[in-house]
């Protein structure tokens, strides 16, 4: 006999809105369950009162933020409530001396962005879905993108931050003081945690110099092993400037400009494309040193063409191939899988020739990622295979890498992490989780499972 549904204490009816589907999954694309109620706190008060009733009437909840992860963290299980952070959406207040944001978390980054350039500053974040992923889901999942190779992942930008934990304590640490050793650093527990440990409410973000110019080349090369090899000379070249490298593997980018109208930028098509972004104070003086290291690069064969900016237009034109592989693929590819990488630099050339040959005739693989800091996004296109993306995450952890960068392990890769982390560190991950939330109801199943 079928249980009853649970039903939702009266006290959180005031915070309820209207389900929809899109509350029912992230990006990944499954279809999750449809939610008990979709829950929306507009501060660190509304929250705590919000998972003390669930923890008295025994309920779970799913954390969503913008709904942009690609590893099912945000997918609703059968009886689970949503807890949307979408009303956290205190403005950014931007203290130009500290250098620092003070936001809600559930402000898109785009927006904190633009109020760190109207202040002269710089948040030093970036990804494609800038428009829909909120800042406390990118603290939650430390989201990384193309300019982790010079500032570091989100870890590096959050100097503090509030939250909530499951029995609705609410811990706070908004000084946004560089230096802090008066005890454990409660936030950066927090962050990566996949929502499992907390409900970020707020945070305090590092804030940089504006970069006066950026400058954007594309390189024509033979393959990964000439595209690593050519990441040592850019950045003893370039230094600080050099802000973010994009590899990209044919025959993605030219699959992309065939199918979305985009001007390849080469007379005939590369093994490898990489994309150099270099930014700082003095545009002509930047400019120049990209173009001595990158003619140095063409005179001794270490890159076989490239194409440099002249204006932001160009800068512009020259991404959009780069975020055209992402448009093309989720367009045009039909059914994918999307495992999310993160390799020692050295291994990534084997990597993919052995990767190529577990997929030969099973799957088209499709690769383009974070080169500089070994982020690959290795797509297979094929109907889901299970067996396929198990032989692809053994071979990574063969190589000494790990089988998410930037996503986490959500619900989706469970199953998978023994691969890249032994058992005393899952355990000991649970008994973190256990402490402090003893029910598991907040976000279970991610990251370890459900206690047995």
């Known amino acids: 006999m079928s249980q009853p549904a649970p039903t939702l204490p009266p006290a959180l009816l005031a915070h309820q809105l209207a389900d929809a ?5 992230d990006a990944a694309g499954k279809p999750g369950a449809a939610p008990l109620a979709v829950l929306a706190p507009r501060s660190a008060q509304d929250a705590a009162a919000i998972l003390r009733a669930l923890q008295s009437a025994g309920l779970a909840a799913v954390v969503q933020g913008g709904r942009t992860g690609l590893s099912g963290g945000a997918r609703v299980q059968p009886g689970e409530v949503v807890l949307s952070t979408e009303r956290l959406t205190a403005p950014p207040v931007v203290d130009p001396v ?18 760190a350039r109207d202040h002269g500053l710089y948040l030093a974040a970036d990804l494609g879905a800038r428009g829909s992923a909120t800042v406390g889901g990118m603290a939650a999942t430390n989201a990384g993108g193309p300019l982790a190779l010079r500032y570091g992942t989100f870890r590096q930008q959050v100097l503090g931050l509030e939250a909530v934990l499951p029995d609705g304590t609410i811990v706070s640490r908004l000084g946004g003081l560089a230096k802090d050793n008066s005890g454990l650093d409660l936030s950066q527990y927090l962050i990566g945690s996949e929502g499992v440990l907390g409900l970020i409410t707020r945070l305090v973000l590092r804030l940089h110099p504006a970069p006066t110019a950026r400058r954007v080349a594309v390189c024509a090369l033979e ?25 990209i593997i044919d025959p993605l980018l030219s699959e992309t400009c065939a199918r979305r109208g985009l001007r390849y930028p080469f007379a005939t098509p590369a093994a490898a494309v990489l994309l150099v972004e270099v930014a700082g104070p003095d545009p002509a003086a930047d400019a120049a040193r990209l173009e001595t290291v990158l003619g140095a690069a063409l005179e001794t064969g270490q890159i076989a063409d490239a194409v440099l900016s002249a204006s932001e237009a160009d800068c512009l034109r020259l991404w959009a191939l780069r975020d055209g592989c992402s448009h093309y693929l989720i367009e045009n590819a039909g059914p994918l899988t999307s495992l999310d990488l993160s390799l020692p630099l050295p291994a990534i050339p084997a990597f993919l020739d052995q990767a190529a040959a577990l997929c030969a005739g099973r799957a088209r693989p499709y690769v383009f990622g974070h080169l500089g800091d070994g982020n690959l996004h290795y797509i297979l296109a094929c109907p889901p295979d299970d067996a396929l993306t198990t032989q692809v995450f053994a071979l990574t952890a063969r190589h000494g890498g790990v089988i998410t960068a930037e996503h986490g392990i959500g619900l989706d890769k469970v199953r998978w992490l023994p691969l890249c982390r032994d058992a005393a560190e899952i355990a000991a991950m649970a008994r973190i989780k256990g402490a402090i939330d003893p029910g598991f109801i907040l976000n279970p199943g991610r990251i370890f499972g459900t206690p047995a």
């Open 98 to 115: 500290a250098a620092t944001m003070t936001l809600g978390a559930g402000v898109p980054l785009e927006t904190a962005q633009q109020a």
């Open 223 to 247: 393959g990964a092993a000439q595209a690593l090899a050519l990441l040592p000379v850019l950045r003893a070249g370039l230094g600080p400037l050099l802000q973010a490298c994009e590899l």
């Open 21 to 25: 589907p899109r509350y029912r999954d």
